[in-house]
């Protein structure tokens, strides 16, 4: 069975007890037992509870006050908690598409088999079905909004899908024997994976498409899909901002070696007219000799120049490895050292 949903009546515990008030008091919104998902507004044991589906509570610490904090802080950094409620909500709706996964199976192995024509034609009914279910829920709670013109309009829409549906039916009917279609026919809901018949009335499909639980998933579906549209956009955002620091870095860099070489140029320059005079004066000199001197002046300047790169590109990098090192800490409210850091590409 999935994690998420294990029996948890036996190990839920009192929402107050003493231990959990201690632990409040001394932890920061920013501390890794607290539920970053609650800190969103997103965890799926707030907006399912109370639902054929709550599932207790929750593993992490929910606390309003340390959301409150949060919401504060945010204003001032960016904590990139979306990606923890991300991975969370994630999992969360993956082990609920298994489920629905596990029930449609179900399904097709005890209902009757019926031909892939005939199944077509129990599909539209169900679809008509709910989108009767869907249209009631919306007429509903326009209607407790006080906005009767448009509730009104809503229903109008309802008998027209009403009047649909009674002719699919009638072309189900025709398609197999009385007994058949008597029976209920089964269908897992895809939103939020509970079972929906054929032939449930407008009031009981009305309930479920207006209901809390399946309210609540739609809820959470629709807050995953808006962490992975952030988390994509702040990635991107980061990478561009990684790339054009080690553009600066690399132009600097460039800067750095293009003045270096300009005045060994120059002393090369000058050491040459010297040379020049000195050739001048004494022609019996052997120019071999001078020639590997020059060389060997040179190899010892270059190894030079070589040395203060290495010491600045390492000065650099080391600047750069504090650096990560604090967001690091800062993002996940610890001070240990980052499990595993990311090397970046072009470092050795
Ligand atoms: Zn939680
Ligand atoms: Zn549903």
Aim: aromatic share 4%; hydrophobic share 25%.
């Amino acid at each position: 069975m999935p994690a998420y949903f294990k029996p948890q009546g036996s190990i839920r515990k009192a929402p107050h007890s003493p231990s959990r008030d201690r632990t409040r008091q001394r932890i920061k919104f920013s501390d890794e037992r607290v539920c970053k998902s609650h800190l969103l507004n997103c965890c799926p044991h707030d907006i399912l509870s109370g639902t054929r589906m709550d599932l207790g509570e929750c593993l992490k610490v929910h606390d309003l006050a340390l959301r409150a904090d949060y919401e504060i802080a945010s204003k001032q950094q960016d904590f990139f908690f979306e990606l923890d409620a991300m991975d969370h909500l994630k999992s969360f709706i993956a082990d609920c598409d298994r489920r629905t996964d596990i029930a449609k199976k179900r399904l097709a192995d005890t209902q009757e088999e019926i031909s892939a024509e005939v199944a077509a034609k129990a599909e539209r009914v169900h679809e008509l079905n709910e989108e009767i279910g869907k249209l009631l829920a919306k007429a509903e709670q326009l209607g407790a909004e006080g906005n009767v013109e448009e509730s009104q309009k809503v229903m109008d829409e309802v008998e027209k899908t009403r009047i649909c549906k009674r002719e699919a039916e009638e072309i189900y009917r025709s398609s197999m024997p009385a007994s058949s279609f008597q029976q209920q026919k089964l269908r897992v809901c895809e939103v939020c994976s509970a079972y929906l018949g054929l032939h449930d009335n407008d009031r009981r499909l009305a309930d479920h498409f207006g209901g809390k639980l399946h309210l609540g998933f739609i809820e959470i579906r629709e807050k995953l899909d808006e962490l992975k549209r952030i988390v994509a956009e702040k990635q991107e955002k980061r990478n561009q901002d990684r790339m054009k620091r080690r553009e600066e870095r690399d132009r600097e860099e460039r800067d750095k070696m293009k003045r270096r070489s300009r005045s060994r140029d120059g002393r090369r320059h000058c050491s040459s007219s010297r040379e020049h005079k000195r050739k001048t004066r004494s022609r019996s000199r052997d120019k071999r000799h001078h020639r590997s001197r020059d060389r060997s002046r040179d190899r010892s300047s270059k190894s030079k120049s070589s040395r203060e790169e290495r010491t600045s590109r390492d000065r650099d990098r080391s600047r750069e490895r504090t650096h990560k090192k604090r967001s690091y800490e800062f993002a996940n409210g610890k001070s240990g050292e980052p499990s595993s850091e990311e090397p970046e590409a072009g470092e050795i």
